[in-house]
């Protein structure tokens, strides 16, 4: 079975950063996409950041030239640093793992992971 382990979340004041990671495990083989969804009070989980395989990244435009998602491959882990954080950047962060394959399995799968909290005081 797949799993993914968040760790980094906490309270910290606006204009500090933070780092999560996210590590999977449980026989991969490898992993299409990697990224941070979060989900504040009240409304939608939205997308944050992804990364591919190859290193393609993508950011939702709340967050660039603050957030930079990245990627250990050999390790299955990906990293968000949140740097210059805001009040409004408080929710909890999922971390995401696209086209998950397993060894000795057939096809492919999507999971998360069970979030982690990140508050922003002003």
């Known amino acids: 079975q797949v799993q993914l382990v968040e760790s980094g979340g906490g309270l910290v004041q606006a204009g500090r950063s933070l780092r999560l990671s996210c590590a999977a495990s449980?026989?991969?083989?490898?992993?299409?996409?990697m990224g941070w969804y979060r989900q504040a009070p009240g409304k939608q989980r939205e997308l944050v950041a992804s990364?591919?395989?190859?290193?393609?990244?993508n950011y939702a435009d709340s967050v660039k030239g603050r957030f930079t998602i990245s990627r250990d491959n050999a390790k299955n882990t990906v990293y968000l640093q949140m740097n210059s954080l805001k009040p409004e950047d408080t929710a909890v962060y999922y971390c995401?793992?696209?086209?998950?394959?397993?060894?000795?399995?057939w096809g492919y799968g999507d999971y998360w992971g069970q979030g982690t909290q990140v508050t922003v005081s002003s």
């Open positions: 449980g026989n991969i083989f490898s992993i299409n996409a």
């Open positions: 990364i591919t395989s190859g290193g393609r990244t």
């Open positions: 995401n793992a696209e086209g998950v394959k397993q060894k000795y399995t």
